[in-house]
C-alpha cells in the first residue's frame, strides 16, 4: 500500500522540490500551504506521516499549533518539522510537542527522504510477525510494540514512535545504561544529545502524569539513562 505523506509548507518552491523528492521514492504526497487548510484535510482523511513547516504564512509558530491539534487527533502519527529555525529552543519546542523528528531547510533532499523511509520503517514493525522482544513487561510498564501501546499499570501512557522505542530500548535490559547513541540507533534517528536528553525529559513527564511517585528512568550521568529494575 502506498504511503501518505502530508506536506505542509508554505513557500511554493520548496513544496515543489519537497514534493517530487519524496513522489520519487513512492509516497503519495498532499501539500497544504496553511494550517487551517491542513488541519480541514486532517479532519476528513489523516496521512501516514507529516512534514510541517513551522512559520506558516502570518503564524509565526503556527506548525507547532498544527502539531498539537494533529496529535490530538493521532497519538502516534509520525510528525516531522522541517523548518528554517534551527535554535536549541526552536527544536526542544518542537519535541515537548511530541514530533519524532526536527529537521532545518539546509539538508538535502536525500537526507530528508532517508529520515521519511527510517520513520516508515519503525512504523510498518507492528506488521512484522511477532517476536518474544515486542512484549515488554518490566513491574507495571507494559509495551506492546506490535500495537505501538505502553502502559504504566493499568494507565495508558501516550508516546510518540521516537519515544516507544527509546523506552523499549532501556526497558528490555533494566539496570543496564544506555548511552544516547544506544538510544538514538534504538529509535533509527540522528540526533544530537540535546535533543535525546528532551526526549527522555518528556517520557518521564508522561509516565509522571500517569503515576506521579514514576522514578523508574535514571541518569547516569556523563553515560546515559538506565530503566530500573
Known amino acids: ?42 479532519e476528513k482523511s489523516l496521512p501516514d506521516l507529516a512534514i510541517i513547516d513551522v512559520g506558516l504564512g502570518d503564524e509565526a509558530e503556527g506548525g507547532f499549533e498544527l502539531c498539537r491539534q494533529l496529535r490530538s487527533m493521532a497519538p502516534l502519527l509520525p510528525i516531522v518539522f522541517l523548518t528554517a529555525l534551527d535554535s536549541e529552543l526552536d527544536t526542544i519546542s518542537g519535541l515537548r510537542l511530541g514530533a519524532d523528528d526536527y529537521l532545518t531547510k539546509d539538508i538535502s533532499l536525500a537526507h530528508l527522504v532517508a529520515r521519511v523511509v527510517a520513520l516508515f520503517r519503525r512504523v510498518d514493525a507492528h ?26 499499570g493499568d494507565k ?32 533509527n534517528v540522528v540526533l544530537d544529545d540535546a535533543t535525546v536528553t528532551s526526549h527522555v525529559k518528556r517520557i518521564r513527564r508522561k509516565f509522571i502524569a500517569a503515576d506521579r511517585d514514576f522514578d523508574q528512568i535514571e ?3 556523563g553515560m546515559g539513562y538506565r530503566w530500573l529494575a
Request: glycine letters at 4%.
Open 1 to 42: 500500500m502506498v504511503k501518505k505523506v502530508a506536506l505542509v509548507e508554505d513557500e511554493p518552491s520548496l513544496q515543489v522540490n519537497y514534493r517530487n523528492a519524496l513522489e520519487r521514492h513512492g509516497y503519495e504526497v498532499s501539500v497544504y500551504g496553511n494550517r487551517q487548510e491542513a488541519v480541514t484535510a486532517f
Open 127 to 152: 506488521n512484522q510477525p511477532d517476536l518474544p522482544e515486542d512484549i515488554v513487561n518490566a513491574g507495571d510498564l507494559q509495551i506492546d510494540m506490535k500495537r505501538m501501546t505502553a502502559s504504566w
Open 219 to 221: 541518569t547516569a550521568y
Open 156 to 187: 495508558p501512557v501516550t508516546l510518540s514512535v521516537t519515544e516507544l522505542w527509546m523506552v523499549h530500548a532501556l526497558a528490555m535490559h533494566p539496570g543496564h545504561v544506555k548511552s544516547r547513541q544506544q538510544l538514538m540507533d534504538a529509535a
